[in-house]
């Protein structure tokens, strides 16, 4: 299993110098899982950075993905790698649910560089 954050799903989208680094993960959507909150921080940035229309269809294509919703456990586990990791609260709670779904993480986000089970790319290619 894989999982985008948002600075993937927006590099993607918004075909950035690092989108096609995830293209093959993007090829197995079956494969892909997407916590509840990057749907709010994904498109909150379309909103204001793109054409509603397109906006929307970039929208449905991440929702075709298995959307995993923020439960008890994961906020719970959130909670303690935030702690751990000196993760900000979305980011904790992306990297949570990846680690509930036993998938690996995805993510432009310096903030994660190191951690198990996270491939993280520079923002510049």
Partial sequence: MNCLDSSFWIEYFMDGPRAGAVEPVLAEPSQIVVPSICLVEVGRYLALNDEP??????????????????????????????????????????YATARAMDATLWTLDGDFEGLPGVKCFSKKK
């Fill in 53 to 94: 229309e397109l906006a929307r269809t970039k929208m449905s294509a991440l929702e075709r993905a298995q959307v995993i919703p923020l439960e008890a456990s994961i906020a719970s586990d959130a909670v303690r790698l935030g702690m751990e990791h000196k993760l900000a609260m979305a980011d904790s709670i992306i």
